[in-house]
């Protein structure tokens, strides 16, 4: 059993991730200041509602529960938003992971496993897209992530923290057993906004039919948020059995078009998903498909989930029960 801060915890991917920490045993405590998440996401007794940039706060919780590890998730998430307040990106993502890296090193705290996502590589060249390919975003959330993961990679060489970076393609889905799932104000993220059309009849945009792919819509590597949750599990294992650390891709190697989403969340739900076309959003390239072998062989990881269909149920699932917005 270790001792592990999971910052961001009370958001979508931290909530579950928390859920399987605590099913595996290990002694959780989640940071989170609440701007995006939910308190409602966290198990009892263990949030503590606290900003990276809150120094003598974190201090206090460092000294308090004396870490073993830190599974660090709080950051802002919408690639639209990062274009239009870029400032609001660095400070909030690259910036308060920086806090946190100097409480840790303060405190003597040498692990961490980082979400960081497929926005670090822009518009790939080569597709299926390996951990070694060109870093290159193409909008400030993906940049803010690999600031950070920058400052790892000095940190680990400097100072000898061990880190590993989980670079994820589209977390989706819910996991019934934990009662938590996709939620987010505003909602932005496809399969949610599918879901959310088909129960309020207002149709949804598709931002996009003039891509270079087979049907002019984006593709994306959708992977099922609990199949990232035992990622993260594995990684921390890994680091707390003395791992070296490294940097990996998440995702299940397989891409699907935004008309095939709205396709197979129309096979799920049996209803028309009410949809217009529009133009294309800022900063979104045109396919991200993950090789994710790396993952698959260091930490012996593959995603439970393959199948559209049951990621989109298990999002159903969810959005049928909570009805959020309209
Ligand atoms: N998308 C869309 N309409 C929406 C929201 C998203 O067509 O209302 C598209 C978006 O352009 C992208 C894909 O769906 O190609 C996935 O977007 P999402 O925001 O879910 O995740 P991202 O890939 O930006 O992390």
């Not at 958001?11 to 928390?18: E, K, L, N, V």
């Not at 979104?284 to 062989?297: E, Y």
Request: hydrophobic share 40%; net charge negative.
């Amino acid at each position: 059993m270790a001792k592990i801060l999971v910052t961001g915890g009370a958001g979508y991917i931290g909530s579950h991730t928390c859920h399987r920490l605590l099913e595996a045993g290990h002694d959780v405590q989640v940071l989170d200041d609440l701007s995006k998440g939910f308190a409602h996401n966290v198990p009892e007794g263990r949030l503590n509602v606290i900003n990276l940039h809150d120094l003598v706060a974190m201090d206090k919780l460092f000294s308090a529960k004396k870490f073993d590890a830190v599974i660090h998730f709080a950051a802002f998430i919408s690639v639209g938003e990062s274009v239009r307040e870029p400032e609001r990106y660095f400070r909030n993502n690259t910036g308060g992971s920086l806090a946190l890296l100097d409480t840790m090193r303060r405190h003597n705290v040498r692990r961490i496993v980082f979400s960081s996502t497929a926005a670090v590589y822009g518009n790939p060249e080569i597709v299926p897209i390996v951990e070694t390919s060109q870093l290159k975003p193409v909008n400030p959330y993906g940049e803010s992530k690999l600031m950070t993961e920058t400052t790892l990679r000095w940190s680990s060489e400097c100072t000898g923290l061990r880190y590993v970076a989980l670079r994820y393609f589209n977390a989706c889905g819910a996991e019934a057993r934990y009662g938590v799932g996709e939620e987010h104000e505003p909602e932005t993220h496809l399969i949610p906004l599918i879901l959310r059309a088909i129960r309020t009849g207002k149709p949804l945009t598709v931002f996009g039919t003039d891509y270079p792919t087979p049907d002019g819509t984006c593709i994306r590597d959708y992977v099922h948020v609990s199949d990232l949750a035992e990622a993260h599990l594995k990684a921390l294992d890994w680091l707390m059995s003395g791992g070296e650390g490294g940097v990996f891709n998440a995702g299940t190697g397989h891409g699907f078009s935004v008309l095939e989403v709205i396709r197979a969340a129309e096979a799920v739900t049996g209803q028309k998903v009410p949809f217009q076309t529009g133009e294309r959003r800022e900063g979104d390239p045109a396919m991200l498909v993950a090789d994710s072998s790396k993952l698959q062989k260091t930490l012996n990881w593959s995603p439970k989930y393959a199948k559209l269909e049951e990621m989109v149920a298990s999002a159903w699932a969810f959005e049928s029960s909570h009805a959020l917005g309209d």
